[in-house]
């Protein structure tokens, strides 16, 4: 929540709009610091605002292609940000099974032990 309400007070321009995509950015910054230290968040952020200022740059330069690009690139965007989130779910589907599969396995195997300490 911090990161997203200092985007909107930094006084950068930013709209009430932006607390909730920083927050969001933040959640997901905050569990690639988790799973791979301190540098891979900083160099995502860096890599999101010099992408979108690459991205208005062209924009601005190449102006007369700029209404045919527009779309398509848009469209690749939210093609590959689907393709993402559905590969991010299927990794932690699959990780998920993984280990209820090892916890049925390892209850199996300690239920077997029991019954033939019993006999």
């Known amino acids: 929540m911090a990161f997203g309400v200092a985007h909107f007070t930094s006084g950068a321009g930013w709209g009430p709009g932006k607390i909730t995509s920083a927050l969001l950015a933040g959640l997901m910054f905050a ?11 900083i160099l995502l952020h860096w890599f999101f605002n010099y992408y979108w200022e690459a991205y208005g740059l062209a924009f601005q330069t ?26 991010l779910f299927a990794v932690a589907a699959w990780k998920l099974v993984g280990r209820l599969l090892a916890l049925v396995k390892s209850k199996a195997s300690t239920a077997s032990v029991r019954d033939n300490r019993t006999n």
Do not use: D
């Open 31 to 41: 569990i690639v610091y988790l799973a791979y230290g301190v540098e891979a968040p």
């Open 62 to 87: 190449y102006s007369e292609i700029a209404g045919t690009l527009s779309p398509l690139i848009e469209m690749q965007l939210v093609f590959f940000g689907y393709v993402t989130w559905f590969f």
